[in-house]
T-cell receptor
Framework: DGGITQSPKYLFRKEGQNVTLSCEQN?????MYWYRQDPGQGLRLIYY???????QKGDIAEGYSVSREKKESFPLTVTSAQKNPTAFYLC??????????????FGPGTRLTVL | DQQVKQNSPSLSVQEGRISILNCDYT??????FLWYKKYPAEGPTFLIS?????DKNEDGRFTVFLNKSAKHLSLHIVPSQPGDSAVYFC????????????FGKGTTLSVSS
């Protein structure tokens, strides 16, 4: 089955620790994205990548880092510099067709709780 | 400054009736609009989209209407079913600027039987 996998579903960390969230897709999509959702809020873009070894900051990139070494994988690291890391994190992917219309497909999400 | 606004946090509808979810946007460069449905603790699922060259797109029970002059779009669900109860997000993008989507805050739809 093609899809987007995020692991783990729930993650707990102590304050001050870095943590890496996994995102893998086997849809052969070029572009991948990380969003954050907080209660009563929409999805806010953290980082996105349109091609391997390249990525761009979204609206709320501070305190986060990413890498894109493989087309299938786009891990997100939540660093200790992120002031409010507790949130629901969503990974998405899409075909990149340049200036064209591309719907994004989402993974199941990871709930990160920092204690 | 919110570029995509869903001003109704919640909507309650009876089974079989029409559900109308609304979305307003401010950026006139947006040319592609999408609706997603989301259940708690799950990722959003794509429902339907519309490009700015159209004013209506239909897929089964779901129809999206776009009014470019008013910078307004709406999602109609007819007939509404209890399984439609979820949070619905409106999203928009400027396809010339790239693929990033801007999401509204969502509307929680409750369909009662």
């Amino acid at each position: 089955d093609g899809g987007i996998t995020q692991s783990p579903k729930y993650l707990f960390r102590k304050e001050g620790q870095n943590v890496t969230l996994s995102c893998e897709q086997n849809l052969n999509h070029d572009a991948m994205y990380w969003y954050r959702q907080d209660p009563g809020q929409g999805l806010r873009l953290i980082y996105y990548s349109q091609i391997v070894n390249d990525f761009q900051k979204g609206d709320i990139a501070e305190g986060y880092s990413v890498s894109r070494e493989k087309k299938e994988s786009f891990p997100l690291t939540v660093t200790s510099a992120q002031k409010n890391p507790t949130a629901f994190y969503l990974c998405a992917s899409s075909i990149w067709r340049g200036s064209s219309y591309n719907e994004q497909f989402f993974g199941p999400g990871t709930r990160l709780t920092v204690l | 400054d919110q570029q995509v606004k869903q001003n109704s946090p919640s909507l309650s509808v009876q089974e079989g009736r029409i559900s109308i979810l609304n979305c307003d946007y401010t950026n006139s460069m947006f040319d592609y609009f999408l609706w997603y449905k989301k259940y708690p603790a799950e990722g959003p699922t794509f429902l339907i989209s519309i490009s700015s060259i159209k004013d209506k797109n239909e897929d089964g029970r779901f129809t999206v209407f776009l009014n470019k002059s008013a910078k307004h779009l709406s999602l109609h669900i007819v007939p509404s079913q209890p399984g439609d109860s979820a949070v619905y997000f409106c999203a928009a993008s400027d396809s010339q600027a790239g693929t990033a989507l801007i999401f509204g805050k969502g509307t929680t739809l409750s369909v009662s039987s």
